[in-house]
């Protein structure tokens, strides 16, 4: 059997893997487990629309991609998503967004409507850690005032996740929490891995369960080496990999030069829990946050050639790669107070003079 959020979510996978192809609603019920009448209720109470609904605004949207996309034939693509006439497709189409498929085609860009029903289905919940039943946080998105205005929102959060959001400068409401962007490039894919990684990523930072940052950095390399642009590591992992005993709960990158920001954003979109956007504060001309078994945030630094050799180096995974020096962590520590980690890192400098 599956807690509601994993039955959403793999009903939105099934849904989606193969959206022309989807199995009948008894059979997808029944790789879950439960009755046709059942997994449709709680569909229906998790996410505000039936689950025929969703399947249908789902058809409509990837629709309106094949029309903005393709030369296909309306008719055609009409067919394909199970209308049994162009008319019939025109009416459903129209009445979602507000214009005749053959117009839509016309258009020069997307239409908002079709924009924001990429996010519709993002919604997932965070289980409390606990036996008896109690109320769950609900991770979900949500478009405000204007369709390139977004809103990630969690609400019913227990408190002891409180700090976690105060500390990312979120809104707070009551028991509910607020974090808005504008203008987010690729938004798509942050509204996704919020809602399918948000879970973790929040007992990971709080320290609720230990977070793979070894893995998570390998994968990062993967990725990074891909780019060939100059990186380093800050924060915990910078430490741990100097061999001073710290638990790191995410993994801190520092992309050493600006010219990279917009290649590097534009390939770790697809990974973001927090978008990566340009930015003016703290040295750094842009930042965000992905997520890759663990969180892993990424700034980039205003210098258009920064000096690599004023860097420490380590072996991680066979290789050697960048991080900060003893002395620039120590500074940072300072700056943020924390006493226990500047005495450590204090140490390490000894050892490493004497």
């Given at each position: 059997m599956?807690?509601?959020?994993d ?24 790789r ?31 629709a ?28 459903a189409?129209?009445?979602?967004y ?37 109320n769950q946080?609900k ?5 405000m ?13 227990d ?24 203008n ?19 007992k ?43 638990t ?19 390939h ?28 892993i ?12 050799s004023?860097?420490?180096k ?10 900060s020096s003893?002395e ?14 500047v ?5 390490k ?6």
């Amino acid at each position: 059997m599956f807690f509601l959020r994993d039955m959403i979510r793999l009903l939105k996978c099934w849904i989606d893997e193969d959206i022309e192809n989807i199995p009948p609603l008894s059979e997808l019920a029944g790789r879950l487990g439960y009755s046709v009448f059942y997994v449709s209720k709680k569909f229906h109470e998790a996410e505000g629309i039936s689950l025929r609904e969703y399947i249908t605004g789902r058809k409509l949207c990837q629709a309106a991609d094949k029309l903005y996309t393709t030369t296909e034939r309306i008719i055609d693509i009409a067919v394909r998503y199970d209308y049994s006439s162009q008319e019939a497709f025109s009416r459903a189409f129209k009445k979602v967004y507000g214009v005749p498929p053959a117009v839509y085609r016309r258009t020069q860009k997307p239409l908002p409507r079709v924009e924001k029903t990429e996010l519709l289905g993002y919604m997932g919940t965070v289980g409390p850690n606990k036996k008896n039943r109690g109320n769950q946080m609900k991770l979900y998105v949500k478009q405000m005032q204007d369709w390139n205005y977004y809103g990630l929102y969690a609400e019913d959060v227990d408190e002891k996740y409180w700090d976690y959001f105060k500390a990312g400068l979120w809104w707070q409401l009551g028991g509910s929490f607020i974090k808005t962007y504008d203008n987010v490039a690729d938004f798509r894919y942050c509204a996704q891995n919020y809602v399918n990684f948000g879970e973790l990523s929040i007992k990971q930072l709080t320290g609720e369960i230990p977070a793979p940052w070894e893995n998570a950095l390998d994968l990062f390399i993967g990725e990074i080496d891909k780019l060939g642009v100059d990186w380093y590591i800050h924060g915990s992992v910078a430490l741990a990999l100097w061999g001073i005993n710290v638990t790191p709960k995410d993994v801190n990158i520092i992309i050493a030069n600006a010219p990279d920001f917009e290649k590097v954003r534009a390939h770790f979109a697809r990974y973001a829990i927090a978008p990566i956007q340009p930015c003016d504060e703290y040295g750094m001309c842009g930042g965000g946050q992905i997520f890759m078994e663990a969180a892993i945030s990424i700034w980039t630094q205003k210098q258009d050639r920064y000096d690599m050799s004023a860097l420490g180096k380590a072996s991680c995974k066979g290789r050697d790669v960048y991080l900060s020096s003893l002395e620039m962590l120590r500074k940072d520590n300072e700056y943020y107070g924390r006493d226990e980690r500047v005495a450590l890192i204090e140490e390490k400098l000894l050892k490493t003079k004497g």
